[in-house]
């Protein structure tokens, strides 16, 4: 199952546990509702600005969806296998910082990372210095140029107690139970 499948999956146990319709949560995200259903089932197209909106009304941080329902050693397991960087406490776009720091980490230019991400030094650029356009799908291009989940790299630099935080949350409000 793909990141983006596993983000709608995501959506939608946190909407149906809280007792909201799709019409409610596309409302106060400022979304249309076949919008929503389109995140809901997937969509590639999403920005990292409708996930944070969409988390917002779902109370939870838009960085764990598709997260919160593995397990504890499943993801802590992922997360130890992320290279030494330092631990920052940013907010949902610390992934564009994250990709500057890999990117300069490997020693590859803006345009060798946009070849490698199969998209123009300027989306890339864009990217990098957090334009709110940012869509999931080019985030997982750039992941897998680094041969790296969308988790990992959301994750690079955030301290592993708040990354657990978080999906502790999240899995309150979608009422799992691990």
């Given at each position: 199952m793909s990141d983006l499948v596993k983000i709608g999956k995501s959506i939608v146990l946190l909407r149906n546990e809280q007792g909201l319709t799709q019409e409610e949560v596309a409302f106060r995200s400022n979304l249309s509702v076949s919008r929503l259903q389109s995140i809901e089932y997937g969509c590639?197209?999403?920005t990292v600005?409708?996930?944070i909106r969409i988390a917002k009304v779902l109370k939870v941080d838009s960085r764990v969806f598709g997260?919160?329902?593995r397990s504890d050693?499943?993801?802590?397991?992922e997360i130890r296998q992320l290279p030494p960087f330092p631990k920052r406490r940013g907010g949902?776009?610390?992934i564009c910082e994250n990709i500057v720091m890999l990117r300069k980490a490997e020693h590859l230019t803006q345009k060798q990372l946009a070849l490698l991400s199969n998209m123009s030094v300027v989306c890339l650029r864009d990217i990098e210095h957090g334009c709110a356009n940012i869509t999931?799908?080019?985030l997982l291009c750039i992941a897998e140029a680094f041969d790296l989940s969308l988790v990992k790299l959301s994750a690079l630099t955030m301290p592993e107690e708040e990354l657990m935080d978080m999906i502790y949350k999240a899995r309150d409000r979608a009422g799992i139970r691990l």
């Open positions: 590639q197209n999403t600005d409708t996930l997260l919160f329902s050693s499943e993801i802590l397991s949902a776009l610390q999931t799908n080019k």
